[in-house]
């Protein structure tokens, strides 16, 4: 099976995007991208950086140009968390591919943040908030922003990889 146009993976931090796009991207064997990734190696800085230099503003507009420098060639694309929250980029995705949210409950996702050594160092805090209530807070927040843009959700708490994978594919294909 082919992909004919990119496949995007939005949900917040921790609901498993990046890994799940690295399978997909083999089992359809096209290229992946991580846009926080992508953003990173043009700023030569990481996302913290970037937000304490530039602000939310600046990453935001470094989000939307990465966004809109993909090349046309489908890949499995791996979203910011809040990518979506401008409406020029849910436009974008919605004119050149295919968006599935992953979701997670709140508790899930600390859980998995709390597990992943790099997102201290690479991501801010995006609220004043304690780590648990500003999951939640952002969460409600993003809620509509992730349903408008995405044709299929899928509940990534206690699903392994492969098992998000599989719904995915499913739902693709």
């Given at each position: 099976?082919?992909?004919?146009?990119?496949?995007y993976?939005?949900?917040?931090?921790?609901?498993?995007?990046t890994?799940v796009?690295r399978?997909l991207?083999r089992h359809?064997?096209?290229?992946?991208v991580?846009?926080?990734e992508?953003?990173?190696?043009?700023?030569?800085?990481?996302?913290?950086?970037?937000?304490?230099s530039?602000g939310?503003a600046?990453?935001?507009d470094?989000e939307?140009?990465?966004?809109s420098d993909?090349?046309?060639t489908?890949?499995?694309?791996s979203?910011?968390?809040?990518?979506?929250?401008?409406?020029?980029?849910?436009e974008?995705?919605?004119?050149t591919?295919t968006?599935?949210?992953l979701d997670?409950?709140?508790?899930?996702i600390a859980?998995?943040?709390?597990?992943?050594?790099?997102t201290?160092?690479?991501?801010p805090a995006?609220?004043?908030?304690n780590?648990?209530?500003?999951?939640?807070?952002?969460l409600a927040?993003?809620r509509?922003n992730y349903?408008s843009?995405?044709q299929?959700?899928?509940?990534?708490?206690?699903l392994s990889?492969?098992?998000?994978?599989?719904q995915?594919?499913a739902?693709v294909?």
């Open positions: 099976m082919t992909l004919q146009t990119h496949l993976l939005t949900g917040y931090r921790g609901t498993g995007k890994t796009a399978r991207a359809f064997n096209v290229a992946t991580d846009l926080d992508r953003i990173e190696q043009v700023a030569g800085k990481t996302i913290r950086e970037i937000f304490e530039s939310e600046g990453f935001r470094l939307t140009q990465a966004l993909l090349s046309q489908p890949s499995i694309v979203l910011g968390g809040g990518a979506v929250l401008r409406a020029e980029n849910r974008q995705i919605a004119k591919g968006c599935v949210w997670a409950d709140a508790e899930t859980r998995r943040l709390d597990h992943d050594s790099t201290t160092d690479r991501r995006l609220t004043t908030l780590d648990l209530d500003e999951i939640r807070h952002l927040e993003r509509a349903q843009v995405a299929h959700r899928v509940e990534t708490s206690g990889v492969e098992e998000v994978v599989q995915i594919v739902f294909s």
